[in-house]
């Protein structure tokens, strides 16, 4: 069986992602969220529920936007509010999943050599590598954020729990 990873781009209304086997594009897609609270962490939950049973990833890799890694204070608050508010649901529903989290200018540096790389720039290495691949930005970032967890941590035969011990990114 391959070895299968989920990227998300995640974010309260629309978030893109993708499912890699082994390194290669096997399915992408956007979870959109219409609802409002509390019943938009319901929709939320069920959706990536339904992913999580379809899909079965091993190991589920999220872009944690600058906001939460930098300086909030600086940052749009209700960007921080509504992520902080998706991310424990789409956790919960991916459980058992292995999780990696991954700040934007990591894996942008290493796919670009600019930690702050434009979104053309990433859409420009993300359909050299796949060019099957949607022109949705969200569905671009995920692709990346994803093949960012599989060549970085290239260990893939490993338990999950083996692959990130001692990764202080983990």
Partial sequence: ??????????????????????????????????????????????????????????TLVLEIPNPIWRNARKSNYQTIVRIAQMLPIIVIAMAPCHISLVEPSKWKKFF????????????????????????DGDIIDAFLIALWEFRYHPAHSLLPAQRHKGDSNA
């Fill in 1 to 58: 069986m391959a070895y299968r990873i989920m990227g998300v781009d995640l974010a309260y209304r629309r978030s893109g992602f993708v499912i890699l086997d082994d390194g290669n594009l096997a399915h992408q897609d956007v979870v959109g969220i219409h609802g409002n609270p509390p019943d938009a962490f319901f929709e939320a939950r069920n959706k990536w529920s339904e992913i999580r049973q379809t899909w079965q990833p091993h």
């Fill in 112 to 135: 670009t050599s600019k930690h702050n790389a434009s979104k053309d720039e990433t859409r420009q290495v993300a359909l050299r590598l796949c060019p099957d691949l949607k022109l």
